[in-house]
């Protein structure tokens, strides 16, 4: 008899620990989930994705093995280095984008974010001073301010400043854009090689529009076919 309520009591026992267990796994992944909490964004920002496409043209602009948003409705094309967009309302703010071309070589290689800025003046100056605002090669890059970020798994530079000098040395502009180094399979035998994009406004009014402009396009960096 005792033998026999033992067993009983070890039966009802498995039964409750059973139950405890299913609900425990019921609680921590809800329909179907990891049991992470899912409030709309991820690491990196990507969820700005989406947002982003809202103000930029996506699929655009391609140039060294990388394509980038642009933003909406801006018109523009090649420069003499890379490619440039115009603002609709004025010429004066516009998005400049460039990255390293063996055929080019106005962009150096570089093995670290602290030198990529250096690596890429020369471009820059070639590149601005084809967009119709007549920097001369005299052109003086001030960075203001710089930081490293991590977006969407790519080590970007992000920075802010000035550029001054053109062809009648009054003319300034203000700039905020991002610097990485990228890899792509096709590209300097697999290594990384620096691209960049900036925004530029003559008007520091405009430099928080430049900046939501250049943040969305850097979350949409990607490899694309040269």
């Not at 003046?121 to 710089?146: A, C, N, P, R, W």
């Not at 970007?156 to 180094?181: A, C, F, N, P, S």
């Amino acid at each position: 008899m005792r033998k026999a309520t033992l067993l009983i009591l070890c039966f009802v026992l498995m039964l409750a620990v059973s139950a405890c267990s299913n609900g425990d796994l019921s609680e921590a992944a809800p329909n179907g989930g990891s049991g992470t909490e899912q409030n709309g964004s991820t690491q990196g920002g990507s969820s700005d994705v989406a947002g982003g496409s809202d103000i930029l043209d996506l699929g655009v602009y391609k140039y060294a093995g990388y394509t980038i948003g642009k933003p909406k409705s801006w018109s523009g094309g090649s420069a003499r280095q890379g490619f440039v967009y115009y603002s609709e309302e004025t010429k004066d703010n516009f998005f400049f984008a460039s990255g390293f071309l063996i055929a080019s070589g106005k962009i150096k290689l570089c093995e670290s974010l602290s030198e990529i800025v250096d690596a890429c003046s020369e471009d820059l100056k070639d590149g601005v001073g084809s967009t119709g605002h007549y920097f001369s090669s005299s052109m003086e890059q001030i960075v203001d301010s710089q930081t490293e970020v991590d977006i969407n798994g790519y080590k970007m530079l992000k920075v802010k400043g000035q550029i001054e000098g053109d062809r009648e040395g009054h003319k300034t502009h203000y700039y905020v854009g991002y610097y990485t180094l990228f890899t792509h399979s096709a590209h300097n035998n697999g290594n990384p090689y620096p691209i960049y994009w900036l925004g530029f406004c003559k008007d520091k009014a405009d430099l928080p529009m430049m900046e939501k402009y250049v943040d969305a396009a850097a979350e949409t960096l990607e490899k694309t076919s040269f």
